[in-house]
């Protein structure tokens, strides 16, 4: 059964507090791992797919990196603006298309 | 361009009455997903449709749910007869099978069965 596990639950950090997210998975077989930002009352807005280890994308003051265990979301100088709930989820590469997702880390930031 | 059109936003009803949730994929996707929200479970998948064919209805919760795609412009989730449980917001996403495009999803119908 495919698994994602995100850490930290919440995390606070002042602007301009640069930090990375986590997010650990198991699957058989990767597809591509999808990052997601919520806000609330929102569903969630894609950000990044990355596809094999080693990839990183990069979209504004997030980057995001993948290794054949886990991925991380780093958040250079954030604003408060980027105050959101961040998921991950991972799609298999045959079969099932549907994505499973952790269960996200809400990330304020404070100015 | 338009995104992914859920309805009602908001539905507030009383056990045992019947659901029904309705979604309108982004023009040209062939996939579209339903997805359950919870404090406790997280997002989780009810079940995902391809051109219009239901491929996989393991997240399903029980014969009360039951989900339909009669066209490639509409899908509809109905739950009957409705229970507290199945109080959560409920969210469509589309996406083109064939490609590398990510699932989009839309703002979704946040259900409170009283």
């Known amino acids: 059964e495919d698994q994602v596990t995100q850490s930290p639950e919440a995390l606070r950090l002042q602007e301009g507090e640069s930090s990375s997210l986590n997010c650990s998975y198991t699957?058989?077989?990767?597809?591509?791992l999808f990052w997601y930002r919520q806000d609330p009352g929102k569903g969630p807005e894609f950000l990044f797919t990355?596809?094999?280890a080693g990839e990183e994308k990069e979209k504004e003051r997030l980057k995001a990196t993948l290794t054949k265990k886990e991925s991380f979301l780093h958040i250079t100088a954030p604003k408060p603006e980027d105050s959101a709930t961040y998921l991950c989820?991972?799609?298999?590469?045959?079969?099932?298309?549907?994505?499973?997702f952790g269960s996200g880390t809400r990330l304020q930031v404070q100015p | 361009d338009a995104g992914v059109i859920q309805s009602p936003r908001h539905e507030v009803t009383e056990m045992g009455q019947e659901v029904t949730l309705r979604c309108k994929p982004i023009?040209?996707?062939?996939?579209l997903f339903w997805y359950r929200q919870t404090m406790m479970r997280g997002l989780e998948l009810l079940i995902y449709?391809?051109?219009?064919?239901?491929?996989?209805d393991s997240g399903m919760p029980e014969d009360r749910f039951s989900a339909k795609m009669p066209n490639a412009s509409f899908s509809t989730l109905k739950i009957q007869p409705s229970e507290p449980r199945d109080s959560a917001v409920y969210f469509c996403?589309?996406?083109?099978?064939?490609?590398?495009?990510?699932?989009?999803f839309g703002d979704g119908t946040r259900l409170s069965i009283l």
């Open positions: 023009s040209g996707h062939n996939s």
């Open positions: 996403a589309s996406s083109m099978f064939q490609s590398n495009q990510p699932q989009h």
């Open positions: 990355l596809y094999s």
């Open positions: 699957v058989s077989g990767l597809r591509g």
């Open positions: 449709f391809n051109n219009n064919v239901p491929i996989d």
């Open positions: 989820a991972v799609q298999r590469d045959t079969g099932r298309r549907a994505l499973t």
